[in-house]
């Protein structure tokens, strides 16, 4: 079992910046590949990006492709989504999920956060 939490999530101004963490805790959770989700209100969840469990390997949804980046430090159980330039388009909760694989896709992630909320006010 993993547990997940996120924080750092709040009201910043377009333009500007925000780190989002997600700290996890559980048996071996550095064992896992780590994505970050987004859902805005009346949307499906958007994959964001998502880490390898070493962390060698990344990958970026289009809309988020150069402006953020994901990291992880296993020592500290953390993965880290670096959010540049952000645009009004960007507010959502952002949740981060573990899984066994390396992917893109919601259902192949088996543990989840309850989520932090991203204002971008234009």
């Known amino acids: 079992q993993v547990q997940l939490v996120e924080s750092g999530g709040g009201l910043v101004q377009a333009g500007g910046s925000l780190r989002v963490s997600c700290a996890a805790s559980?048996?071996?959770?550095?064992?896992?590949?780590m994505g970050w989700f987004r859902q805005a209100p009346g949307k499906e969840r958007e994959f964001v990006a998502a880490?390898?469990?070493?962390?060698?390997?990344?990958y970026y949804g289009a809309s988020v492709k150069g402006r953020f980046t994901i990291s992880r430090d296993n020592a500290k159980d953390t993965v880290y989504l670096q959010m540049n330039s952000l645009k009004p388009e960007d507010t959502a909760v952002y949740y981060c999920?573990?899984?066994?694989?390396?992917?893109?896709?919601?259902?192949?992630?088996?543990?989840w956060g309850q989520g932090t909320q991203v204002t971008v006010s234009s």
């Open positions: 559980g048996r071996t959770s550095s064992r896992y590949a």
């Open positions: 999920a573990a899984g066994m694989l390396f992917t893109t896709t919601t259902r192949n992630y088996d543990y």
């Open positions: 880490i390898s469990a070493s962390g060698g390997d990344t």
